[in-house]
């Protein structure tokens, strides 16, 4: 392919959504390839999903695809160099050559660059859209400089980068297995999600002054027909990056507060903790979705608790503050899960409506051997406490830690010392029989 003549330079002139820009840009990158391996020269080539295009289409109220790409084409330009190209591979997909890049992080920065000007309401006449789109890249000298190679570098590390929370992926050489194992699992979650295939398993919380059962966290279990157990963490990356993660929410939480309404009749009246991805926190929709399952299912919203992790918290505080101030109005509890993890600053301990914190495992494990984790553990079960929340310690694996938890005045403790998260029946008895002893 590099050996062929270098094409006239009319990209610039040429509708960049159209298919003329297309030929122009694969032209482009031919000849960069060959350039890039003559001169041992560094380039990368971003291949851009813009999932959800069809929703943005929706409601700009249906240009035809070229308006819209051509939309998403002059968002990204301004985040490019002069000599870089874009143009649309299909109707979903945007391809960027960077030429003569300096090193490969230069790539990355890039993606980000894009991402971050996609992110932002794309606006019409019609109305406005927000895009998801994912990012994934290829560069010159990691791969070889054969396009056809490069574009499919591209497009194995564009599946993986719809799976991660950052957006983008760089193609590595062990990628091509990955790729396959998440492959088609996109589509094969939504079916799970209509088929009910999936299940929620429930790990008990109890006190540690008494080893009184009081609640029971909601975890995220998926037996896929071929590939076996999923992840919850996998499972939750495909369907934020497929945008099925709204459906997915709604699923889970239909799915706890259905089962809570059966344990009610008789009398098993745990509080159920629910976590929320980083991503279902900017959905406008959620606080709605919440009340309306709640009203469903007739679950007194106090005995919901909704885990938000740290780092969710962190991008844009205004934003969080107003979502989570929403979300508290509805009645449920709210917690911070994974704490310790991220950057909170007592400031937004202050601001935030939250009534739980939850001790990340990894300093509870270490607990006993590690002084600092011990420090980390102390601290958090006091700050908790000097703003009158919850210190819930998970992954608590053995008596001695949980001695040192109830000593340093830890309110609840979760993890396999207690139980392991349990099917539906099964949590059922482990409740019933724990209530008696207790
Ligand atoms: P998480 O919310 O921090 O949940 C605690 C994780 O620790 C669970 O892993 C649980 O099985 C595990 N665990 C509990 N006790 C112990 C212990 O004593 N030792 C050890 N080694 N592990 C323990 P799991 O079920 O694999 O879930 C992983 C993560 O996936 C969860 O972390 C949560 O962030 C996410 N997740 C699970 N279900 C959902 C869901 O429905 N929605 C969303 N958005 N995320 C979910
Ligand atoms: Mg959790
Ligand atoms: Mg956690």
């Given at each position: 392919m590099s050996s062929a003549p270098?094409?006239?330079?009319?990209?610039?002139?040429?509708?960049?959504?159209?298919?003329?820009?297309?030929?122009?840009?694969?032209?482009?990158?031919?000849?960069?390839?060959?350039?890039?391996?003559?001169?041992?020269?560094?380039?990368?080539?971003?291949?851009?999903?813009?999932?959800?295009?069809?929703?943005?289409?929706?409601?700009?109220?249906?240009p035809p695809a070229a308006v819209t790409l051509s939309l998403v084409i002059e968002r990204l330009r301004p985040a490019l160099r002069p000599e870089d190209r874009v143009a649309a591979l299909s109707d979903e997909?945007?391809?960027?050559?960077?030429?003569?890049?300096?090193?490969?992080?230069?790539?990355?920065?890039?993606?980000?660059?894009?991402?971050?000007?996609?992110?932002?309401p794309i606006a019409h006449e019609g109305g406005t859209a927000v895009l998801r789109p994912c990012v994934g890249i290829a560069t010159v000298p990691e791969n070889r400089a054969d396009p056809a190679q490069l574009l499919m570098a591209a497009d194995v590390a564009r599946r993986i980068a719809g799976t991660r929370e950052e957006g983008?992926?760089?193609?590595?050489?062990?990628?091509?297995?990955?790729?396959?194992?998440?492959?088609?699992?996109?589509i094969d979650l939504q079916r799970a999600i209509r088929s009910n295939e999936l299940e929620v398993h429930y790990q008990p919380q109890v006190t540690l002054d008494d080893s009184r059962p009081v609640a029971a966290e909601a975890l995220l279990r998926w037996r896929h027909p071929t590939s076996g157990p999923i992840a919850p963490g996998t499972i939750v990356?495909?369907?934020?990056?497929?945008?099925?993660?709204?459906?997915?929410?709604f699923w889970v939480l239909n799915a706890v507060l259905r089962y809570a309404a059966q344990l009610a009749k008789d009398g098993i009246t745990p509080r159920f903790s629910v976590n929320l991805s980083t991503r279902t926190l900017v959905d406008q929709e959620l606080p709605d979705i919440v009340e309306q399952a709640l009203g469903t299912w007739g679950i007194p919203a106090e005995r919901i608790t909704l885990e938000i992790t740290e780092s969710s918290m962190i991008g844009d505080?205004?934003?969080?503050?107003?979502?989570?101030?929403?979300?508290?109005?509805?009645?449920?509890?709210?917690?911070?899960?994974?704490?310790?993890?991220?950057?909170?600053?007592?400031?937004?301990?202050?601001?935030?409506?939250?009534?739980?914190?939850?001790?990340?495992?990894?300093?509870?494990s270490g607990l006993l051997a590690d002084r600092g984790d011990h420090q980390i553990v102390r601290s958090v079960i006091d700050?908790?406490?000097?703003?009158?929340?919850?210190?819930?310690?998970e992954g608590v694996e053995d008596?001695?830690?949980?001695?040192?938890?109830?000593?340093?005045g830890c309110d609840l403790v979760q993890g396999y010392l207690v139980s392991r998260p349990l099917p539906e029946r099964e949590f059922r008895s482990w409740w019933t029989a724990r209530e008696k002893r207790a």
């Open positions: 270098p094409p006239a330079d009319h990209g610039f002139h040429a509708h960049p959504s159209g298919e003329g820009a297309r030929e122009d840009l694969l032209r482009f990158l031919d000849r960069e390839a060959a350039v890039a391996q003559a001169t041992n020269g560094r380039l990368a080539v971003l291949l851009v999903e813009l999932r959800r295009v069809d929703r943005l289409q929706a409601l700009l109220k249906g997909q945007v391809c960027i050559v960077l030429p003569r890049i300096a090193h490969p992080t230069q790539a990355v920065l890039a993606a980000v660059k894009c991402l971050r000007a996609l992110d932002r983008y992926h760089v193609f590595q050489s062990e990628d091509s297995i990955e790729a396959e194992v998440y492959h088609g699992l996109d990356g495909i369907a934020e990056n497929t945008g099925i993660i709204g459906s997915l929410t505080a205004e934003r969080t503050m107003a979502m989570l101030t929403r979300l508290k109005g509805t009645g449920v509890q709210l917690a911070i899960d994974d704490f310790g993890t991220g950057y909170s600053s007592l400031a937004y301990l202050k601001r935030f409506p939250v009534d739980e914190l939850k001790i990340d495992r990894l300093f509870v700050l908790a406490h000097n703003f009158d929340l919850r210190a819930v310690a008596e001695p830690a949980r001695a040192e938890l109830a000593r340093m």
